[in-house]
């Protein structure tokens, strides 16, 4: 159905596939003055993309992003933003023997039943060469969100496998290939990535992600909850299998005297409901944690059955990643971002009227 | 904003505050010629319920659900199913004091930052009273699912505090007041409770839904994925603070190799996927986790401040839920139910003249 | 499908048949603080009831709206408003013989083929009685636009059959059962309406709306409109077969010189463009024409079919109106305000930011 | 806000400016297996394309279709279609002195309102080239209603200035190129318009919409009625100020006895309705009529104001049409076949298990 769109108000869809001629999106709903140019996507797709480590796929993509329209003159003009990525080291042929067999923990088989026909060179729409345009999408959210409100959003990775950080130290995040917090791992990670990936297996990633001055009051009660619609932004993503706020799942053995937030005029005590209450932000930072699961294209065989329903076996010869989270955190960041402006003009909408009669208790620090 | 709807094609719109006249839900939607009476709410609305037992809330609510449109003759029509629960039990005089502080852990303070009024009686529009008209609404879904495709949806608790079945039947589940699926630990859950009661405190939840029967294919990539909208669905429940696809969190530490499900003619060899791959159901059982924190609410003085910004004690003597995750299992069943149906009639508005080509691998059992 | 509802902000969902126990409405998205009470509803229903005058059906409804969430204290409070009305004089068994055949002009034929199965009672979901709930939603607009932003939204009966006004005086229209302009011809149209009636045909009626007071800038290109939508409001409503904006058809054998309404630092020299510019209001009156064909319920017989698809006649003994354009004007002036209301707040979603380049032309009187 | 896109589930989202780098559409929710190829758009966007007779805007566009997406070896596979045009004759020079004044009876005015800036050239957003990419949207929309339903969707001028068919021959309209349906008029249209273009004015058009072979049953009540919908497409395109569907305005000044379409065993009598009756169709066909404005590009000097509010006078010497409404109709067929297939879409979506209890009434020919 009609479902490559996000959004609400800022409103994304994507298109393409992973070895199509092209993947793009339109942004439409953008307010109209926000300086844009071609140059500002570059660096999160560069902290998003393959190639760049032997940690990662070798798929080399120049991703350029070409602006098609919505912009004059280096600024938005409220009409709908197009962007364009040609895809250019799109290898086809790596993908000709899995066009008749499924390969296991893919969409292949469940695209077949959905649609009946399915593009199989690189995975097609189901590749995760899709994130590309959130994150190009994200970047003007980010931009936005900056710009208006002075909200930083930012993401790390805070588990691979069952390692997990002994210290946490957000400036060291971009200064390694992990997105890890803390820089006296980086070379265990490095062995543990390299066995990995000699091994032909795969691991698992737990991204965390942060949005920094958010104030109070965003968030649609009751179905369009800020932390309802961050979840399914989150689960969307291509391997994503859980999605926490604030305390996640560790609120289950917690006691309510010890998981509530007590507030006093300096502020809140604690976060362990991650910045939302009730759906709406509370003007602490927005806390997410988000789990990625091992990718399941693998140089290990394994057993599937073919299109004709017989018995086969499946191995991996294609450029992939063997932890599909360490790229992860600019795609959970954009998802945030996309979701956070498209409730502050949300919250506008219906609210732009509203005199607060609520006394503000600080936030405190992320 | 005008966010009180969910879903897409089986639209539920609900309305009403905790301690208003009333509270409904207009289903808009549904397909014609689907028997419908107003008995058949009773079962899911009680299951629901409080003061049942000593371990819930002492609020007695009638839940009579009074069909207002979209039936004729026993029958819907296609129309709008209009569905009313008048509100009995409102002792409004409880809450009187608590418009004047914020109750840390509520929607207190967000909504008054958000809207600039609120209606502190019972919560208003934040009270999980409303998820009252998510169980009547779901209950049409999951006679559509069951009367069309088969579908069963169930669920259980499967922790409390630290508290883990150590055996699993479902067929003990519905026999407890805890929705707990080991018979055996009847007595010390009841022994906890109590203990809890007396304390003043609560505890938190997780609960586990499935759906059996779901055939492959349903589900829109890519942000209308069935698991995004699982997520925003159980996400949007008051009290959640996570959620799990199949492995969930766990499959951070597996290895690809292990997670991945095999497939052969005779079936899937696992199901850590949780029944959806690529955001498109595979015919295997949906399996979802969700964590609900401990209440809030309690007898036990906390910290906060009041509308006039001082700090101040804030003590609750209302009737509460000592652990509201109990009386949750129903809720994430509708909203499971009515995900399910909504991705049905999704489907088969772009796919009906689909043609599979796809062989099937049987999904298995839950 | 799940259309009744109405607007993307403001988002009102209808439900209720003709002789159900009740028609009812959700309003999604209304501002908090907005004053609100039962009484606010009672003018614009009675302009719009029946049985007031021998010209109109004789079916007496009280229309007493039941305000059931979304109030606090007698101001909105942000969440829904769900209204309540409950059908009082529904003699179902006027309808019974109608069961078994397909009025020639109704929807019986149309709702049995797409439904397979339909409420006969009063034409059900297809009743104009769903007006009533439009009104009822209007009356929350018209309050919010006229205090936040001092519009005005008015209508008038343009044409009866082929009488139309010889002079216009707004002043006239509500002094009238008519909502005609010119005081000199309700003899006439008395005269008409008492012959039609005994003739037990029907007549069609124009009907004009206009709002006064709508800023420049309200309206979304390209496909949200402002003329677009108001030509689908005004479209969903019962019995209407054409919508003009400005000149309207007439604008066919205009001269683009004639046409185009010239500018000056006074104001603009015409309104042939009805308010509207490229989908966004220009500042002037926003100047809206509705057909409506006259009522298919005759007391002369026609030609039909049965259900079973045999020949037969059909007589309405019941309760109709002659002229049904006739009580339109509230309905016309709903959907327009309904349709303002909606792009007030979409407006300022995308463009609160916006600080207006552009100078003000005066937009003239209306 | 994020209105550029049209539809429910076969939704279509445009983009671009009038001498932007591209134009463009995204088609989301087509089902999949719909053979396309570049080829398929070229016929109807020639019927639309300016250039080819004197009577039309001299700007010479190639619109080459390039398929970027949702297309693998020439079938959609149900995943989003992304089509981009590229803009290669935009002449920005022309369009340099209209940045500082407000064209009359243009979108200048109001965009600037709106916005706080726009895109002057060619009119930006607001230009009519926008409607190439609902002709290539629709060329999909037809390929798939002809090839699953036998679906037809023409149109015709129906009326320039105050010139009328004499005679109607559908098989003329194609043969001339103002779309006429009377062949013996061409050689007086072609007189009319030589005049008009010489004389520097413009003139109004009428375009009337046909589809012969919609099956009754489609059409969503109460707010997503077929006529609503086909009337926001209509109104949404460029210069378009009314919209009728049947006898439209004609039918004020009808009986209801006249009006309302006997039905036999042998089928309707009449067709009135334009095969529209509660909304949803009725099996005859569906008959629209849509009024063009004349354009207010005129090279005659016209009164306005620049954007610093003095008076001043605009003339218009870039390449428009003398009569935009002659190069309408596969627009106004493209819209009406968006509507329809979306409306297929979402009828079987809700109603695919209904088994029809209607006898069905041949609805005759167009």
Same mark, same amino acid.
């Given at each position: 159905m009609s479902d490559n769109s996000f959004g609400r108000l800022l409103r994304v869809t994507t298109f393409g596939e992973s070895h199509g001629p092209a993947i793009g999106c339109v942004v439409d709903g953008c307010p109209p003055g926000i300086a844009l140019a071609p140059g500002d996507f570059a660096h999160d797709l560069s902290r998003r993309a393959t190639g760049k480590t032997r940690h990662t796929s070798q798929r080399h993509e120049a991703d350029e992003v070409e602006i098609l329209s919505g912009v004059f003159e280096g600024r938005t003009t409220g009409t709908p933003i197009a962007l364009l990525v040609r895809n250019t080291d799109a290898r086809s042929k790596d993908y000709a023997n899995i066009a008749s067999q499924f390969r296991p923990g893919h969409a292949d088989y469940t695209y077949l039943h959905k649609y009946g026909i399915r593009d199989p060179r690189g995975g097609g729409r189901s590749s995760?060469?899709? &994130? &590309?345009?959130?994150?190009?999408?994200?970047?003007? #959210?980010?931009?936005?969100?900056?710009?208006?409100?002075?909200?930083?959003?930012?993401?790390?990775?805070?588990?691979?496998?069952?390692?997990?950080?002994?210290?946490?130290?957000?400036?060291?995040?971009?200064?390694?290939?992990?997105?890890?917090?803390?820089?006296?791992?980086?070379?265990? $990670?490095?062995?543990?990535?390299?066995a990995l990936r000699k091994s032909g297996d795969s691991a698992g990633a737990r991204v965390h992600v942060q949005a920094l001055g958010v *104030?109070?009051?965003?968030?649609?009660?009751?179905?369009?909850?800020? %932390? #309802?619609?961050? /979840?399914?932004?989150?689960?969307?993503?291509?391997?994503?299998?859980?999605?926490?706020?604030? /305390?996640?799942?560790?609120?289950?053995?917690?006691?309510? @005297?010890?998981?509530?937030?007590?507030?006093?005029?300096?502020?809140?005590?604690?976060?362990?409901?991650?910045?939302?209450?009730?759906?709406? @932000? @509370?003007?602490?930072?927005?806390?997410?944690?988000?789990?990625?699961? *091992?990718?399941? @294209? $693998?140089?290990?065989?394994? #057993?599937?059955v073919d299109t004709a329903g017989q018995a &086969?076996?499946?191995?991996?010869?294609?450029?992939? %990643?063997?932890?599909?989270? $360490?790229?992860?955190?600019?795609?959970?960041? #954009?998802?945030?971002? $996309?979701?956070?402006?498209?409730?502050?003009?949300?919250?506008?909408?219906?609210?732009?009227?509203?005199?607060?009669?609520?006394? &503000?208790?600080?936030?405190?620090r992320g």
């Open positions: 995760a060469r899709e &994130t &590309t345009m959130r994150v190009a999408a994200g970047v003007i #959210a980010r931009k936005w969100l900056a710009e208006r409100h002075g909200i930083r959003v930012r993401a790390c990775v805070s588990q691979v496998a069952d390692l997990r950080p002994r210290g946490f130290d957000w400036d060291a995040v971009e200064a390694n290939p992990f997105f890890w917090p803390d820089a006296s791992q980086v070379p265990e $990670l490095e062995t543990f990535m390299d *104030p109070p009051g965003w968030g649609e009660p009751v179905y369009g909850k800020l %932390d #309802a619609e961050i /979840a399914a932004g989150m689960m969307s993503i291509n391997a994503v299998k859980g999605v926490e706020i604030g /305390a996640g799942f560790a609120s289950v053995a917690q006691k309510g @005297s010890e998981h509530r937030d007590l507030m006093s005029p300096d502020g809140f005590a604690s976060n362990h409901a991650g910045g939302i209450l009730g759906g709406i @932000s @509370s003007g602490q930072p927005i806390e997410v944690s988000v789990a990625f699961k *091992p990718t399941s @294209s $693998l140089r290990l065989p394994g #057993a599937t &086969t076996q499946v191995v991996t010869t294609g450029r992939h %990643d063997p932890c599909v989270g $360490l790229r992860a955190p600019p795609i959970c960041e #954009a998802m945030l971002a $996309l979701v956070l402006m498209d409730h502050a003009l949300r919250h506008r909408a219906q609210n732009a009227d509203v005199v607060s009669l609520a006394p &503000t208790v600080p936030g405190g």
